[in-house]
């Protein structure tokens, strides 16, 4: 199996590096503020001529918001992510027909539009989820990265849809301390302290058609983004890949040998691979079990007993002592907060 690490260089740098240091252009910070500790030359991003690594992206955006200072400067840098300038598939995006089109393409082209989370989307009856995975391990960042992918798909739909679409947004973090620019960019339907980062919206906005839709050309579009992967050889990261291994084996309780064994390595080599990105085999398996989990609790309503058998555990009681562990609560007790936080919501994290 196919990935590539935090240290590879695989970004183009005139992709999101340009555009980090066009924005502190802009707010009249010196470059190298904002290359410190990255080894990149200004010009070289610019004009692209060189590769970057997702450590030198995130060192870039490490510096820029601690050079900006500003509480902010995470929702601005989302304002101008996308579509973005990033060949065919942004055209695609520009070009897309509607709300479903528009994530299935920022999905699909997510190592490109926004290498440094995961987006995954999944369409439920009453409500659709987009919730977004890390990709490299990034935890001081991950509320700033966070925030500025958010902010960068509203800002995106409002544009192309020529309305503010009713998201919900599920943060996994504690309360922030002052919210004013979470509702400014984002909205008023807040909820902190919930175990996925996600944007979520009734279903029946999927498919409204967006006025700037042209599905011919979109299908163009995105038939030249499918070349470009191709050549810019997009493979996935390697905590990507391994939570999509998980989630598709986890009917089987995988072991990190088998996972090892699945990306041709060795069991040793693979734990040093999770301890650069920050994380181990446990916490990769023990987050996979909650997504599941909560997809079969609040989407299709299983019982204790019920999950624990589609997990692989033996009984109901032990899953919940699990279940405890993975989230800090039980079952029942995170079934009432998900009730409370979203009235009538089915909760999709899936796919």
Known sequence: MRFHQAADTCLPAEYHAAQILSYARDRELDDDLILRGSDLIAEHITQGLCRISPQQYLQLLGNALQALRSADSSFMLGQQMLPGHFGSVSHALLQAQNLRQALDILCMHATRLCPLLKPRYSAGQDYSILYWMDSYGAPSLRPAIVEMHMTAVVAMCRWLSGRRLPWRFCF????????EQHEVHLGGELRFNCHLDAMLIASEYLDMPWPRGNALAANVALQQARQEALLMDETP?????????????????????????AFGVSPASMKRYLARQGTHFQAELDQVRTHVALYLFQSLQYDNEAVAHHLGFHDANNFRRSFKRWTGVTPSLLKEKLADDFPGLSLHVMG
Not at 172 to 179: D, I, V, W
Not at 237 to 255: G, Q
Request: glycine letters at 0%; a positive charge; charged letters at 15%.
């Open 237 to 261: 990261s390697l905590l990507n890949a391994v939570y999509d291994y998980l989630l598709a084996h986890i009917r089987c309780s995988p072991s990190l040998e088998q996972l090892a064994a």
């Open 172 to 179: 996994n973090r504690s309360a922030a301390r002052h919210t």
